[in-house]
Every structure is written in C-alpha cells, then in structure tokens.
C-alpha cells in the first residue's frame, strides 16, 4: 500500500515582531516554538492583536514559559476570555528545552520572543537567545542605521 503525501508550502504570515528586541539586544541563536492557548485567544491572535514589548521566556521545571506577551481579549468573546498578560506555555523538545538552558547558564544571556507568526494555521513564536547590548553597542546601532538612511535617500 502506497501512501502519498502531496509536498505543500505552509504560508508565513507575520502577526507580530518585536523591534526593540534588535536594539536592546544582540541575537545569538533563534528557535521557533508553538504556544500553548486558550479559547479566544487565536481568534484575537488571527486579528493581530498581540504586543512582544517587555516580554520574556523563563525555563521552570523543564517547560519554557513566556511571560508579559499581552493578547487583547476577543471583542466577539464571552465571559471564558483569558487574562491578557498571562503566563503562557511554549511547545519544544526536551532536548531543545536542555540545550536552551545550558546555554542560558553563561551570564548575561537571556530568553525573548522575536516575533510571533502562523505557520499554516498554527501559531508559532519565534524566541531568541540574546545578550543585551551596552550603552555604547546601541549608540553604534543608531548610528549605523543613519548611514544606511542617508545612503537610501542619495540612491533615490
């Protein structure tokens, strides 16, 4: 019995990106993750209505756990909406999840979301080891943005 599986490209659609997280911090090495939620919450996703600012991964007790990602409450929703700034889980191996926290044993290195996007019709969040950048590596990144600017404004 022969089974085929017709080859399909899953459509990347960005919900939301997290812009600071370029500028606070230098990104060592990205994973992607599903999420783990509730109810209404995928509908407010599908609406864009999602918020990175200020929001982190910690690892407690083996599970990779994203905490101040706000999801807006569905407008159409009822009394079983969620908490918009709940604690959230996210969905990796556990070979992943130990290789994630032996590399967050160095210091200075922490875990953010970079952007949350459906990959297909599952949600799907991009996290990113990284350290965050001095006063002087963010002076040089605003300065080196300029340049770019100014170099686009001659070709124009």
Not at 110 to 136: H, M, Q, S
Request: aromatic share 6%.
């Amino acid at each position: 019995m022969e089974i085929k599986i017709e080859e399909r490209t899953l459509e990347e659609k960005t919900i939301a990106t997290n812009r600071k997280a370029n500028f606070e911090y230098s990104v060592i090495e990205k994973y992607e993750a599903g999420i783990v939620l509730k109810g209404t919450e995928v509908k407010s996703a599908r609406n864009r209505n999602i918020n990175l600012q200020d929001s982190y991964a910690t690892i407690e007790s083996g599970e990779v756990i994203i905490h101040n990602m706000h999801i807006s409450p569905y407008e159409q929703g009822n009394i079983f909406n969620t908490e918009p700034k709940r604690n959230r889980k996210l969905l990796l191996h556990k070979k992943q999840i130990r290789k994630l926290n032996s590399k967050l044993q160095d210091k200075g290195l922490t875990l953010i979301p970079t952007r949350v996007y459906f990959l297909g019709k599952n949600l799907k969040v991009e996290i990113a080891i990284a350290k965050g950048k001095k006063l002087y590596d963010k002076r040089n990144s605003i300065t080196k943005r300029e340049v770019e600017r100014k170099l686009r404004r001659k070709e124009d």
